[in-house]
């Protein structure tokens, strides 16, 4: 079965390349819209109260922005396989390492979408709520979400490698012009920095740090779309593995 989706893979290299950067397309779409038009929209940090209301006022939206993020998750996964199978000519170790990364950042950042749904449940009129006064409950749910913050940069840790394997993967490809593993490279170079802020030196993190990253991917995205795979250089590359 492996052997046969293998030779699929490399008879149809078109067509898997530009399935996955449609797929990766649909991930920044709604990746973007669940942070910057849910979140970012919502979200008053600092003050407990405010965002609480927000919230309140814009369940739909709010669980519309977990839904967005689910889908998000549920491309990784055939995205991460056909970017194995798309870099294994090159490295099988490597690809295999950057799969089991990319598996490790989609289960973290999956289980941490639970802390968005306990945000809300805290604002909820339950009976087992009322022993709590409305303030507190407001500081339990913003804390929900700031935990959501750590955990969505955790993931983000381990994304940022993937970026870096990949990278490095497609500037050895041939198949894939090395400008995109140079902006991969540096797109990882980001979230890992990012992330680092976050932990060590929260005031230094900022969404500014994240901006080459939605450069990279959008950009590798669309060449998959519009032009897939160097044919020639991928049949090199295969009769050489």
């Given at each position: 079965m492996i052997k046969s989706n293998l030779k699929n893979f490399e008879n149809s290299p078109q067509i898997y390349a530009r399935t996955a950067g449609i797929l990766y397309l649909i991930i920044i779409i709604a990746g973007v819209f669940g942070e910057l038009f849910v979140r970012n929209k919502l979200i008053?940090?600092?003050?407990?109260?405010?965002?609480?209301?927000?919230?309140?006022?814009?369940?739909?939206?709010?669980?519309?922005?977990?839904?967005?993020?689910?889908v998000m998750h549920l491309c990784d996964l055939p995205?991460?396989?056909?970017?194995?199978?798309?870099?294994?000519?090159?490295?099988?170790?490597?690809a295999l390492l950057n799969l089991s990364f990319n598996l490790i950042q989609t289960a973290v950042l999956v289980l941490n979408k639970l802390n968005l749904l306990v945000a809300l449940f805290f604002l909820g009129d339950s009976e087992y709520l009322k022993s709590f006064s409305p303030e507190q409950l407001h500081s339990l749910s913003y804390m929900?979400?700031?935990?959501?913050?750590?955990?969505?940069?955790?993931?983000?840790?381990?994304?940022?490698?993937?970026?870096?394997?990949?990278?490095?993967l497609i500037f050895k490809s041939?198949?894939?012009?090395k400008a995109f593993g140079v902006l991969m490279s540096i797109a990882g170079l980001c979230y890992i920095s990012n992330t680092l802020a976050l932990l060590l030196a929260p005031q230094l993190s900022s969404i500014a740090l994240l901006m080459p990253c939605f450069i990279a991917e959008l950009s590798l995205s669309l060449w998959l779309i519009f032009k897939g795979v160097k044919i020639t250089e991928w049949k090199t590359a295969i009769a050489k593995n």
């Open positions: 008053v940090y600092g003050n407990a109260e405010a965002t609480a209301n927000h919230i309140m006022h814009s369940e739909f939206l709010w669980r519309f922005g977990i839904t967005a993020d689910l995205v991460m396989i056909i970017l194995y199978y798309l870099f294994r000519p090159v490295s099988k170790k490597l929900a979400i700031k935990v959501h913050d750590f955990g969505f940069g955790i993931g983000l840790l381990f994304f940022g490698f993937v970026c870096l394997f990949e990278g490095y041939n198949y894939i012009p």
